[in-house]
Every structure is written in structure tokens, then in C-alpha cells.
């Protein structure tokens, strides 16, 4: 079982991306409507390899205008979890529903970060461990 009380501690290692990735992460996952431009989020992005498979990633797509945050994960055989938090009442809490998958893409919606509030995506690997690896708030 996932515990995601330990969630909190934001300090997790965030993984750079090359540049072309980045590009084509930004057309994934969700398209740009009417109400605004979406694009990649530098810098949120997160991922987990494992010795059982071919690894996770993780990463925020936001949304003008305003602070909108979608959180997209892709996996290459290795089953993972994915939500975006945010604070509430001062307490990390999960703002998404748990996106979970052994191979291919899902996204959650887009949140509003308005008022100041700041959303991270967090990743958890298959074994249940209950330590992710976060990305910054952003």
C-alpha cells in the first residue's frame, strides 16, 4: 500500500531532460484548446529506473492563461504511479486521482495553481514503496 504521507519531503532528485524530449513531451498527453496554450513545465520532471524494467517517467504539462498543471506519466514495462500535490492547510495533499500503468501514457486534467499555490507530481515505483520521488513545486 502507498503511503503518501511520506510524499512530502520534496528534496527527491529531479532529472534533467534533453531538449528534444521536453518538445515532444509538450504535444503529449493533452492538446491545446481555445482557452490556452499548453507546454512542458522546465524542470518537473521525474523518473524512476528500476532493475526490473525499462523505467518511468513523470512530468507536469502546464496552461495559459493562469496556473494550470496537468500531471503525465509514460512507462517502458515497469508498472508506476503517478498524482500531483499540492499544499492544503499547510500539509502536502494529493490534489489528482492515482494514474497507474505498466506501458504506455496517461495525464490527469489540468489544476489550477491559482492564489499563490504551488503543484508537484510525484512518481511511485510498483513494489508499493512508499517513498517517491517528487518533482519542485512549480
Avoid at 492538446?31 to 512530468?59: D, P
Avoid at 505498466?102 to 489550477?112: A, D, E, R
Wanted: hydrophobic residues 30%; proline residues 3%; contains cysteine.
Amino acid at each position: 500500500m502507498i503511503r503518501i504521507a511520506l510524499c512530502a519531503t520534496l528534496s527527491a532528485v529531479v532529472f534533467a531532460v534533453p531538449a528534444t524530449s521536453q518538445a515532444q513531451e509538450t504535444t503529449t498527453g493533452s492538446s491545446a484548446s481555445a482557452a490556452g496554450k499548453v507546454f512542458y513545465v522546465k524542470g518537473s520532471s521525474v523518473s524512476l529506473n528500476t532493475s526490473y524494467g525499462n523505467g518511468c517517467k513523470a512530468w507536469m504539462n502546464g496552461r495559459t492563461p493562469g496556473r494550470h498543471r496537468q500531471g503525465l506519466v509514460q512507462s517502458w514495462g515497469d508498472y508506476c504511479t503517478m498524482a500531483l500535490y499540492h499544499y492544503k492547510n499547510g500539509k502536502p495533499t494529493r490534489l489528482s486521482g492515482w494514474h497507474s500503468l505498466n506501458h504506455g501514457k496517461k495525464h490527469t486534467g489540468f489544476y489550477s495553481g491559482s492564489s499563490g499555490k504551488k503543484i508537484w507530481v510525484c512518481l511511485f515505483d510498483r513494489q508499493g514503496n512508499p517513498d517517491a520521488i517528487c518533482s519542485k513545486a512549480k
